[in-house]
C-alpha cells in the first residue's frame, strides 16, 4: 500500500450524517444531453410556510424560535413560537384590516425579529412579501433601483426598521396610498404606523378565513434579483416552490430526532434567496431555533461573529469562504471558541465561491483536535428563480468546488456546450416567472419546460455520475483569447481566488481578444490587515504594499504552474482600491459580481493591464 492511500485510510471518520442515497437516474439521449434525476420520490410537504409556524406554536409554544441581540444592552431578546403566532396573528389582522387586496408588503431594512413576523404576516394575510436589499436605500445614491422596484410592484405597505436611517429612501419615492410601518423611530415627515400598534390589532375570524385560503400557487415572496441585466426582475415564489424546497433540503440530510433542537446562527441577508429561504425555512419547518448574526464576514463586523458563537453551539452553520477563514483564525487561537463552535456541529457549509483547500484542511484539522471528528462540508446550487437549492453535496465527501446532484423532485438537463454543460432546472421548486414580465418568463424557459438557469457544469467523471459535478461558471460569462485559446470563466476566477488566498475577496477576469489573461482583484481588507500588521490600514494602503503583493504574487505564480494550458494561466493582475459599485451594476443584489458590467465599467484599469509598458501597480506573473 502506498503511503498516501494509507494516509486517507487513517484519517478520522466524518461525524456521521444519515444522508439520503444517491439514486439517480442517468437518461443519455443521442444528441448528448443528459437527464438527471432522483428515483427517490419527495417526501410530503405543508401547503404553505405559516403552516409550520401554527404547527409549532401548538406543539411547542415555549420553544424560542427567533433570537437578536437588542441594539442597547447587546443582549438576546427571544421569541417563542407560541408569541410569535399571536404577534403574527395581530399584524396579519392589521394588514387585512388595510384591504390590500393582494398588493406587496415590501420591507426595506435587514434581518430582524420584525422582518420575521411581518413576513409571516403578509403570507397570511395573502400578500406577498418582497424584502428588498438595504443596500439600494442606504448604499445607493441615486435611489433608481429602488425607485424602479417600487413602481414594477406597487406595494402597498412599506416596513422600515427605523425611520430616520431610511428618510432618504422614503422621500425618494411615491408613497400615495402607501402604509409606511416603522419600528423603532418615525421618520419625520412622512406619516407612519408603528410596529408594536400595528401588532396590537384585536384579531378576528378574518385571520383563520384569510389562512385557509392559502393554496399552494398562492404568491409568498418576490425576491428581486439583477442577474447581468442591472435592473432588478421581481422573482415569482410561491408557497408551493418554498415548501417543497425546504423539504428537499431536509429530506437529503435528515436530522438525528434524538438530537439537540436544530440551532442556527446565521447572517446572510433573507432579501436573497439563501438567507431568505435556504437558510429561514429548514428551521421553521423543523421547529428550530434561529439566532439572528448582526456580524458579517469583513473587517470590524467579523468580532459580532465570534462573540455569538462563543455562546450558542450551532447544529448547522454556512458561511462564505471568507467568514471561514476568519473564523479559523480566531479558533486557532481559541479552544474555548472551538469547543463551542464544534459542540453540536454536525454540517458546515458553503456558498459564494469555491473553499480554498487550505481553508479546509484547516477547519478539517480544528475539528478533529476539539472532537476528534471530522465534519462535512456541504453545499448546494440554484437560484433565486429555485427557490434556491436544486443540488446538493448530500455525501460524505471530501471534495470541494462540487455543486453535488439533483434532490429529489427536480431534474437536471446537460446540454453540451463546448468542453462542458449548459444547466437547466425543471421541479417543483421553480418559479413560474418574473412578476409583471410575462416577456421575460417566456424566455425563461426551453421547449420541455426547463429553466435556463445560464450556468454551467462538468461531471467529476463522465463514466460515473454518482461522483457528483463541479460548477463550470456562467456561459455567457466565457471568452476567447487570439490565439483561439476558449477560457471558462467562472472555474479560472474561484481557482484563482482561492489560490489567492487570504488576499483576494473577489476578482474580474479580463482577456476577451487579447493574447493572454488578466485578473483585477479586490483585496480582502482584513486579512491584507493581518499581513502589513496595520489594523488602521486603508484599501489604498494594502494595494501598495509589497507583503500584500508578494502574497497575491505567490498565489497566483503556484496556480499557473499547476496550470495546464493558456485558458487557465494569469499573466498580469492588479489590485483595485475602489469595492465594486451597487449603481453601477458591479454588485448584484445578492452581493456577487457582475462580471461584464465590471470590466465595462472599469475599461481604463483593464487597459493598463494590458498596456505594452505596464505600469508599477500591475504585478507581471511567471
Not at 408594536?196 to 415572496?221: H, Q, R
Request: proline letters at 6%; a neutral charge; hydrophobic letters at 40%.
Amino acid at each position: 500500500m502506498s503511503g498516501s492511500a494509507a494516509a486517507v485510510l487513517t484519517k478520522p471518520a466524518f461525524r456521521k450524517i444519515e444522508w439520503l442515497a444517491r439514486d439517480i437516474a442517468v437518461e443519455r439521449r443521442p444528441d448528448g444531453v443528459i437527464i438527471l434525476k432522483s428515483r427517490i420520490p419527495l417526501q410530503p410537504y405543508e401547503k404553505h410556510i405559516p403552516a409550520s409556524l401554527s404547527k409549532w406554536a401548538k406543539q411547542a409554544p415555549e420553544r424560542i424560535w427567533l433570537a437578536q441581540r437588542g441594539d442597547a444592552d447587546r443582549q438576546w431578546r427571544k421569541v417563542s413560537y407560541g408569541e410569535a403566532k399571536r404577534i403574527v396573528d395581530g399584524l396579519t389582522q392589521g394588514l387585512l384590516n388595510l384591504g390590500l387586496e393582494d398588493q406587496p408588503v415590501a420591507i426595506l431594512s435587514g434581518n430582524s425579529i420584525e422582518h420575521a413576523l411581518m413576513t409571516q404576516a403578509a403570507m397570511q394575510a395573502r400578500s406577498p412579501a418582497a424584502p428588498v436589499s438595504p443596500a439600494y436605500s442606504l448604499m445607493s445614491h441615486d435611489h433608481l433601483k429602488l425607485k424602479y422596484l417600487f413602481d414594477l410592484i406597487r406595494p402597498a405597505v412599506v416596513m422600515v426598521q427605523d425611520g430616520p436611517t431610511f428618510e432618504k429612501a422614503l422621500k425618494a419615492l411615491d408613497l400615495t396610498g402607501v402604509t409606511v410601518v416603522h419600528v423603532a423611530r418615525p421618520c419625520d415627515g412622512i406619516k407612519s404606523v408603528s410596529f408594536a400598534d400595528l401588532a396590537a390589532t384585536p384579531v378576528t375570524k378574518a385571520v383563520e378565513e384569510s389562512i385557509a385560503k392559502i393554496t399552494p400557487k398562492t404568491v409568498g415572496k418576490l425576491l428581486f434579483t439583477s442577474g447581468s441585466t442591472g435592473m432588478p426582475k421581481a422573482v415569482i415564489n410561491t408557497q408551493e416552490m418554498m415548501c417543497a424546497n425546504a423539504a428537499m433540503m431536509m429530506q437529503v440530510r435528515p436530522r438525528d430526532p434524538n438530537g439537540p433542537i436544530a440551532t442556527v446562527l446565521d447572517w446572510m441577508p433573507w432579501n436573497h434567496t439563501m438567507g431568505g429561504n435556504a437558510a429561514f425555512h429548514p428551521i421553521l419547518v423543523d421547529g428550530g431555533t434561529l439566532y439572528i448574526d448582526d456580524g458579517r464576514p469583513m473587517p470590524g463586523q467579523i468580532e459580532e461573529t465570534l462573540r455569538n458563537l462563543r455562546e450558542i453551539s450551532p447544529t448547522y452553520y454556512a458561511n462564505v469562504p471568507a467568514g471561514y477563514a476568519a473564523l479559523a483564525a480566531a479558533m486557532e487561537k481559541d479552544d474555548a471558541l472551538c469547543r463551542s463552535f464544534f459542540k453540536n456541529l454536525t454540517v458546515m457549509a458553503y456558498g459564494g465561491a469555491r473553499l480554498p483547500d487550505d481553508l479546509y484542511d484547516r477547519m478539517q484539522a480544528l475539528a478533529v483536535k476539539t472532537t476528534g471528528e471530522r465534519i462535512v462540508f456541504y453545499t448546494g446550487w440554484g437560484s433565486t428563480e429555485t427557490a434556491p437549492t436544486s443540488t446538493g453535496t448530500y455525501w460524505d465527501t471530501e471534495r470541494v468546488g462540487l455543486i453535488g446532484l439533483p434532490f429529489p423532485g427536480v431534474e437536471l438537463k446537460m446540454v453540451p456546450c463546448g468542453s462542458k454543460y449548459e444547466l437547466r432546472l425543471r421541479g417543483v421548486n421553480v418559479t413560474p416567472g418574473y412578476f409583471g414580465q410575462p416577456d421575460l418568463t417566456k424566455k425563461m424557459f426551453d421547449e420541455e419546460g426547463f429553466y435556463c438557469i445560464g450556468d454551467a457544469g462538468i461531471f467529476v467523471d463522465e463514466k460515473d455520475p454518482l461522483q457528483g459535478i463541479i460548477f463550470a461558471g456562467r456561459v455567457v460569462e466565457d471568452f476567447k483569447l487570439t490565439t483561439g485559446t476558449f477560457v471558462h470563466v467562472g472555474s479560472l476566477r474561484t481557482d484563482a481566488i482561492a489560490a489567492a488566498t487570504p488576499v483576494v475577496h473577489d476578482a474580474l477576469v479580463a482577456g476577451q481578444d487579447r493574447e493572454f489573461i488578466g485578473l483585477l482583484a479586490w483585496p480582502n481588507l482584513h486579512a491584507c490587515r493581518q499581513i502589513v500588521r496595520s489594523p488602521d490600514a486603508t484599501f489604498e494602503d494594502v494595494v501598495k504594499h509589497p507583503e500584500v503583493i508578494a502574497c497575491l504574487k505567490r498565489g497566483l505564480e503556484a496556480h499557473n504552474a499547476a496550470a495546464t494550458g493558456s485558458s487557465m494561466r494569469i499573466a498580469r493582475a492588479m489590485l483595485m482600491a475602489e469595492p465594486p459599485s451597487i449603481d453601477g451594476n458591479e454588485l448584484t443584489d445578492k452581493g456577487y459580481i457582475n462580471q461584464r458590467a465590471g470590466l465595462e465599467r472599469r475599461a481604463a484599469l483593464v487597459e493598463k493591464l494590458y498596456a505594452e509598458k505596464p505600469g508599477e501597480d500591475v504585478i507581471i506573473l511567471n
